[in-house]
């Protein structure tokens, strides 16, 4: 197909896009680890006032049960810690800060339903299976991020990928290997080694429909199982949802029993009630 | 949810669960409230002339045919979801605690 982009065209056409608020790419460089100048940056994520205001709905909604009302950025780091509140303004810059573009058939609600029940799926699954959550969080919230540069710079060639996979119904990744000849695995991993991301969050972005291939150890069979969870439990409330296929070596190596993966359904359920709020 | 309903003694069954304390005339407790009613209690009862219980009344019971429904949609939904994956081994833990999830939820 003459009209079938490279990844490199794409990753160059990629740098036209907007990008995350400068404080999300600043919150993401310190997930490495390291000394942040917690103040300093509660201060800049306030200063943005669709973020701050989103997050602190979700700082406020029955699954934190405060006793009073959070009222500022400061107040919620004080009250939730600065970690839960990184995460909470990661997945409202990322939100508001990466629209969809136009692309026929492409639903950026379901998309996002989607991403934000992977991340509370990762995360909840990391504190059952004793692995960091906070990266997890993020690598759920970003593990489609692919498929949105894929919708703005390409949105003709998206739209077909999903009206094609809507009429043979079938996986979406799947057409989109035929039709770009590579996937929302390998942009996402593109963009987010752009961005300086740590080294496992790529990893667990460019592996999740093939955690066999990923780092000995790292978080892709995480997110893998995430993804899965989230549409099982009919987040996208889309008729078409379809739970992709599971590597069963990679579920059966997660250990999780009967009783932990219950545990697991219910938590999820319940974060993404809340963090659904950070949707608008 | 139950709400409560006074009874008169002689409709009162074994089994039925005590919504309040059963008093004598001086205010002495004779049954604890919560206390699931056996014959010999109500035989106690009668003896000394307590003529009305309070008990837990079940709420109205939903229509089986109404659950039986609402489990096949919900079971289908989930199916719909697996269409492609529902007898992979890899698929088979979630898909049946989802569909254990989705049905607990009903109730």
Redesign the interface.
């Known amino acids: 197909m003459s009209e079938q982009p490279t990844l490199r065209d794409m990753l160059a056409r990629i740098q036209r896009l907007p990008a995350l608020p400068a404080v999300a790419l600043e919150l993401l460089n310190t997930l490495s680890g390291g000394d942040p100048d917690v103040a300093s940056l509660a201060r800049r994520i306030a200063q943005d006032q669709a973020i701050a205001a989103r997050v602190l709905r979700v700082a406020n909604s029955p699954f934190y049960g405060l006793q009073s009302r959070v009222g500022s950025i400061h107040d919620a780091v004080v009250v939730l810690g600065f970690s839960a509140v990184r995460s909470l303004v990661l997945a409202a810059a990322v939100v508001t800060g990466l629209p969809g573009g136009h692309c026929a058939g492409f639903d950026p609600s379901r998309f996002w339903r989607h991403v934000m029940g992977t991340a509370v799926a990762a995360q909840s699954l990391a504190q059952r299976l004793g692995r960091p959550p906070e990266s997890l969080f993020v690598a759920g919230l970003l593990h489609d991020i692919g498929r949105l540069a894929m919708v703005s710079v390409y949105p003709e060639l998206f739209a077909r990928a999903l009206t094609i996979a809507c009429e043979r119904d079938c996986s979406l990744r799947d057409v989109e290997l035929e039709i770009f000849g590579f996937d929302h695995t390998a942009v996402g991993a593109a963009l987010t080694r752009r961005w300086n991301l740590p080294e496992e969050i790529i990893d667990a972005l460019a592996y999740h429909h093939q955690p066999e291939l990923g780092a000995p150890g790292g978080l892709a069979p995480i997110v893998h199982y995430a993804d899965a969870i989230s549409k099982a439990l009919d987040f996208e409330e889309a008729e078409d949802t379809l739970v992709p296929r599971l590597h069963p070596a990679t579920i059966d190596a997660l250990g999780l029993d009967w009783q932990g993966l219950s545990a697991v359904l219910a938590d999820t359920q319940t974060r993404f009630e809340s963090y659904r709020l950070l949707l608008g | 949810m139950s709400e409560t309903r006074t009874l008169p003694l002689a409709e009162a069954l074994p089994g039925m669960l005590l919504a309040a304390p059963v008093l004598d005339a001086g205010g002495n407790v004779l049954l604890p409230a919560a206390l699931a009613i056996t014959e010999s209690h109500l035989e106690s009862l009668r003896r000394r002339g307590i003529a009305t219980l309070t008990i837990s009344a079940p709420a109205e019971p939903v229509e089986p045919v109404d659950i039986a429904r609402k489990r096949e949609e919900v079971r289908a ?2 199916m719909h ?5 529902v007898d ?4 088979q ?3 049946h ?2 569909l ?2 989705r049905q607990e939820q009903l109730k």
């Open positions: 939904r989930v979801i697996f269409r492609h994956t992979d081994p890899g698929s833990a979630l898909l605690a989802v254990a999830f």
